[in-house]
């Protein structure tokens, strides 16, 4: 990998639910630039990587680090919270994330959702925050949806709304939490299309995903996590092509299409 500058850095990170110890020291780099793909079968601790990455969720050891910034914690263990509430939102709304189920608001046409959080959390002003969603839209290929409601349009628009959204906050990273597995394999592939552009004009981009596919066409580095662990990384062609543990084998023996 280029060794440009880590947006998003991760340095031993625990993090547990009770007793259920879910990451277990996971350390973690993407780049200006970079995709990286988080791969691992249920329960590995994909999602909540990306969760504590973006703050949604508290971690009880490690550091997490924007652009080479330590978040601030203060108490310890499970009562460990951010300690700083602006920094957190000025984390957060530059790593804007994509959910696998779409979180569209149904009372808002399309445009108004991809508006909202540049109006109401960062205080854009209004008219220039509208140009700027309808590029958007028309850059995920809806364009012509702006003013219709989440309900009538089909999930694979959903989620480019939903990609568009996130776009509109113009962040430093896109955060891809299963952006595909709600879909159906056709509309899949309007979402795919999307995020291959994305990576092709050098967005840096951590993205979970169950497409093998997907990861190897768009990563610049893959991260196979098992039970909280990360078992090996590296380059999409050599995991995929020359896995190194019996575990990576097994994994992707198991998801290799029929």
Request: glycine share 8%; proline share 4%; aromatic share 4%.
């Amino acid at each position: 990998m280029t060794q440009t500058a880590p947006v998003i850095e991760i340095r031993e990170l625990h993090k547990s639910y009770g007793a259920l110890e879910v990451l277990k020291g996971v350390d973690l780099i993407a780049r200006q630039g970079e995709v990286v793909s988080l791969i691992g079968s249920s329960g590995s601790g994909k999602s909540t990587l990306l969760r504590c990455a973006n703050l949604l969720e508290d971690s009880q050891q490690g550091e997490v680090l924007f652009k080479g910034e330590a978040v601030h914690w203060k108490g310890e263990g499970m009562a460990r919270r951010p300690g700083d509430a602006k920094q957190v939102l000025r984390i957060r709304t530059n790593l804007s994330m994509v959910f696998q189920q779409f979180n569209l608001w149904s009372h808002m046409t399309i445009l108004q959702n991809v508006m909202e959080a540049p109006v109401t959390v960062l205080g854009r002003d209004r008219a220039e925050v509208e140009e700027r969603a309808r590029h958007y839209l028309d850059k995920v290929g809806i364009a012509d949806k702006a003013d219709a409601w989440p309900a009538q349009l089909s999930g694979g628009q959903q989620q480019r709304a939903a990609i568009a959204r996130a776009l509109c906050m113009e962040p430093e990273a896109l955060l891809f939490d299963e952006p595909t597995s709600a879909l159906d394999p056709e509309l899949e592939q309007e979402v795919v299309k999307v995020i291959k552009d994305l990576a092709s004009e050098g967005r840096t981009m951590l993205l979970v995903t169950h497409d093998m596919r997907l990861a190897a066409d768009v990563s610049d580095g893959v991260v196979f996590l098992h039970q909280g662990r990360i078992i090996e990384e590296g380059p999409p062609d050599q995991l995929f092509g020359n896995p190194q543990t019996e575990r990576l084998r097994g994994f992707l023996s198991a998801t290799a299409p029929g």
